[in-house]
């Protein structure tokens, strides 16, 4: 199982940026993906997942209303739009395949939940 993030980069506050997360070797819509993300000396935090299952998207507090998450499942990827992008957005993004999915609003956020993480993109916002 691979799971590859990309397209990170540098970028002005109040821009955009679109992350890639190709997935290989396990069967596409049968593992929710998310998006983490990590700032130095903080905790990783969930930024959004997609769940085909449920056929629904979640999103932090954070970044509702900014960043958008979408799958092409005829590419096995799924991006994450950040539009209005903060310095504070500013941290190491993963990706992560979870099999099942759990109870409440908040599950997808649960780092222990994801079978699979890929190694990150660094997106640093300007000021």
């Known amino acids: 199982v691979q799971l590859q993030a990309s397209g990170g980069g540098l970028v002005q506050a109040g821009g955009s940026l679109r992350l890639s997360c190709a997935v290989s070797?396990?069967?596409?819509?049968?593992?929710?993906i998310g998006w983490f993300r990590q700032a130095p000396g903080k905790e990783r935090e969930g930024v959004s997942c997609i769940s085909s299952s449920e056929g629904r998207t979640y999103y932090a507090d954070s970044v509702k209303g900014r960043f958008t998450i979408s799958s092409d499942s005829a590419k096995n990827t799924v991006y994450l739009h950040m539009n209005s992008l903060k310095p504070e957005d500013t941290a190491v993004y993963y990706c992560?395949?979870?099999?099942?999915?759990?109870?409440?609003?908040?599950?997808?956020?649960?780092?222990?939940?994801?079978?699979?993480w890929g190694l990150g993109t660094q997106v640093t916002v300007s000021s």
């Open positions: 992560a395949a979870a099999l099942t999915v759990g109870y409440g609003i908040s599950w997808w956020a649960r780092k222990l939940m994801y079978d699979y």
């Open positions: 070797g396990l069967t596409f819509n049968d593992y929710a």
